[in-house]
């Protein structure tokens, strides 16, 4: 086994740290920009299209936050469900912890990885194995790829009026058949057991590719534990849907229904992981304006939409800054995880 002296790591730290003064920077502009682009682009703009704060708008948006905390919740049970079909059995309320710490930094720090190195980190704490921790956490974010898509199919089929409004159609429905066509592609090459061979204890990127290889492995091997992660990624889909929905009953958006949360904020979500600006600030408001407006929504309700969105996303990650400092102890399962039997 190789060991990286000090000073090399000391240097990779040193160009770490040099790379996050130049990309955060260009990053946190771009997100004013993209922002500036959609406002500039609103003609006429109204403010008056969006509601006065009453009783009604406050239950709303209290509703609102109260399913986005369900929602992380179920975040964190998606991913006890991929542990389990990995074969590791960990305790729900530990793994909100890691979930939320990750949360947190991911919403509150200027980067897009920073909160799933949290949980691995955490995680392998707890069980002691590496590789699965990080295998889980992948997993548990490519069961979105999945779902997200499927639910965007599902709005349109359901609510024939939404098709045929140009790109407001056309543009979540590419982007929902890309998603799944790379996803299928993704696992079908990287479940080729002599492709698996050749990404064992690969670094990097391909680091990466092996996790995913050897999650295929193991779902393969408990197919009721791999539908259980499938059907708990939809409970959390649904629950930001829902959180979605009294976003729009607060702001007083009347066009927006249950179908065409499904068949328009999945896309949303999917389109807003870009590694552009932060937190999706700008891609989410300016897809929503563009998405939107073929149901004859106004621009700045649309806006609105994605800043509260963001907004909330970021008042219910706040709970994850408690959880950071003071979680990050070895769980009483660290060192010997309890396998799972199915």
């Not at 919740?73 to 389990?84: D, M, P, Y």
């Not at 955490?122 to 295998?135: A, H, N």
């Not at 149901?295 to 008042?315: C, R």
């Not at 102890?329 to 396998?339: F, S, V």
């Amino acid at each position: 086994m190789s060991f990286e002296t000090t000073a090399s790591v000391s240097n990779r730290k040193s160009q770490w740290w040099r790379s996050k003064y130049i990309t955060v920077p260009l990053r946190i502009g771009l997100s004013v920009a993209l922002l500036v682009v959609v406002i500039v682009s609103m003609d006429d703009i109204d403010w008056d299209e969006l509601p006065d704060w009453n009783s009604e708008t406050a239950i709303w948006s209290i509703g609102a936050f109260v399913f986005t905390l369900a929602g992380f919740i179920l975040g964190a049970v998606r991913w006890q469900r991929v542990l389990i079909a990995l074969g590791v059995r960990q305790p729900l309320g530990r793994l909100f912890s890691h979930y939320m710490s990750g949360q947190f930094v991911s919403n509150f720090l200027p980067t897009t990885v920073g909160g799933d190195v949290v949980r691995v980190s955490r995680l392998t704490k707890d069980t002691d194995d590496g590789p699965i921790s990080f295998t889980s956490v992948v997993f548990e974010r490519l069961s979105g790829w999945l779902v997200l898509p499927v639910i965007t199919f599902i709005g349109f089929a359901i609510n024939p009026g939404l098709t045929g409004l140009g790109n407001s159609t056309r543009i979540p429905l590419v982007i929902g058949f890309i998603t799944l066509v790379g996803l299928g592609v993704v696992l079908l090459l990287l479940g080729n057991d002599r492709i698996g061979e050749g990404l064992r204890n690969r670094q990097g990127f391909l680091r990466f590719a092996n996790a995913i290889h050897l999650g295929i492995d193991r779902l393969r091997e408990h197919p009721k534990a791999a539908r259980e992660v499938v059907l708990s990624a939809f409970a959390y889909q649904f629950m930001l849907l829902l959180a979605a929905g009294c976003a729009v009953e607060a702001l007083g958006i009347d066009q927006v229904g249950l179908t065409a949360l499904m068949a328009f904020i999945p896309a949303v979500l999917i389109i807003q992981v870009l590694p552009l600006g932060i937190g999706g600030l700008g891609v989410r408001e300016g897809t929503l304006v563009v998405f939107l407006s073929g149901i004859n929504v106004p621009s700045e309700q649309a806006l609105a939409l994605g800043l509260s969105i963001y907004a909330l996303t970021l008042l219910g990650s706040l709970i994850g800054f408690p959880l950071l400092i003071f979680g990050g102890r070895k769980g009483t399962n660290g060192g010997d995880p309890a396998r799972s039997e199915t």
